[in-house]
């Protein structure tokens, strides 16, 4: 007996449509929609496509309608990071200044790893029709359009050509949507033609699936020589940040913290990261930080940093950290780097030095685990 498969026929726009109604995220036990809905301005290349798809097919998928397009992928980006990078929005625009406008949201979503799916729509790919209201081409490469400018400022980018090509980039940007070391903005540009094409899609594409957000173990060692570090060390501070918030680890983060009498700066990100009151939280720290916070890092021997990319507002662009014999490093990054390790490592930063030390108890050698295994990177 021959093997069958059951399929649907749909046009590629409504099976975006339908495969996003049921596509959840789960962490820890908790299971949520990931895209519980779609932004979109309309005009040349998604009104008779995508538009037509949502109004078909989009009872579970609900529709706002913004009024400026990198606004909307703004307003993406803020409802991904209100709750935690596990549900964000799809946003959808026209073809030519629509897709553009966009860019700045893509930049700042993948560059903060906040989650947000973009449909930019794409020139015909039949090509036969010429260019339509508002296209840009590029004078010499017929196969690139404005929707090339996402490549450098998306975590993954497809441009599909054909409708079945939607097998393999819709779960992938689910993936990456998901995956917390390299989540971003996930691009998928819709051709105006192929919006339209038909195709016999496996049925079981459009179940329910959830994704799961995984809180990966940071390697032993890493975590052996963190403690080995910080029991040599007289004067450690936590530079807390995004990650902590991402993880939901403010109360690890605290008792971290109070166990081993180490004070805790905040970068912009991860400003409430102890949530309760402490005499350990020193406040933010860096460029919009506080002179406590500042004088702290400034004379520390051990910088802890969880959760943070220590980027240049947190760094000062490499000037906060005075002490004149900090020195080499450490680094528990992931399979994706998370940080620039020319300047610094992802949550590891050892030196030698003098400098202000709080009044600190005796450090068990089992705290630094209790809280670097759960929060993620920034």
């Known amino acids: 007996m021959a093997f069958t498969t059951k399929t649907v026929s749909l046009t590629t726009t409504q099976a975006v449509v339908k495969f996003l109604s049921v596509q959840f995220s789960e962490r820890d036990g908790k299971v949520r929609r990931l895209i519980p809905a779609l932004f979109g301005i309309f005009g040349h290349g998604n009104v008779a496509g995508l ?219 991860g400003k409430g990261a102890i949530r309760k009151d402490s005499p350990l939280l020193l406040g933010g720290h860096g460029v919009t930080g506080n002179p406590s916070a500042a004088t702290c890092v400034s004379q520390a021997d051990l910088a802890i940093s969880v959760g943070t990319r220590l980027t240049d507002f947190a760094t000062g662009s490499q000037s906060c950290f005075n002490n004149s014999r900090f020195g080499s490093s450490a680094s528990t990054s992931n399979h994706t780097t998370l940080t620039n390790r020319a300047l610094y490592p992802s949550w590891l930063m050892p030196a030698k030095g003098s400098g202000h030390s709080p009044r600190r108890r005796s450090r068990p050698e089992s705290s630094p685990a209790v809280v670097m295994s759960k929060i993620s990177p920034n």
């Open 51 to 269: 538009g037509q798809a949502l109004y078909e097919y989009g009872q579970d998928l609900p529709y706002y309608q913004p009024r400026n397009e990198q606004s909307m992928v703004h307003t993406a980006c803020g409802f991904a990071k209100a709750n935690n990078r596990t549900a964000t929005l799809a946003c959808t625009s026209s073809i030519g200044p629509g897709a553009t406008n966009m860019l700045s949201g893509a930049a700042l979503a993948t560059i903060n790893h906040l989650p947000v799916l973009l449909l930019p729509s794409d020139y015909y790919a039949t090509r036969h029709q010429g260019p339509v209201l508002q296209q840009l081409e590029h004078p010499v490469s017929a196969d690139v359009s404005v929707n090339d400018c996402f490549r450098p400022v998306s975590r993954f980018f497809d441009r599909i050509s054909r409708p079945e090509q939607l097998l393999t980039a819709l779960p992938e940007a689910m993936r990456v949507l998901t995956e917390p070391a390299e989540t971003g903005a996930a691009t998928i540009a819709l051709p105006q033609d192929v919006q339209a094409h038909a195709y016999s899609y496996p049925a079981n594409l459009f179940e329910k699936r959830a994704w799961r957000i995984e809180r990966r173990l940071p390697d032993p060692q890493y975590i052996q020589e963190a403690i080995a570090l910080i029991k040599k060390a007289s004067k450690p501070v936590i530079i807390a940040g995004g990650g902590v918030h991402y993880s939901e680890a403010w109360e690890e983060l605290q008792r971290f913290s109070e166990l081993a009498g180490i004070p805790v700066v905040e970068t912009f990100a």
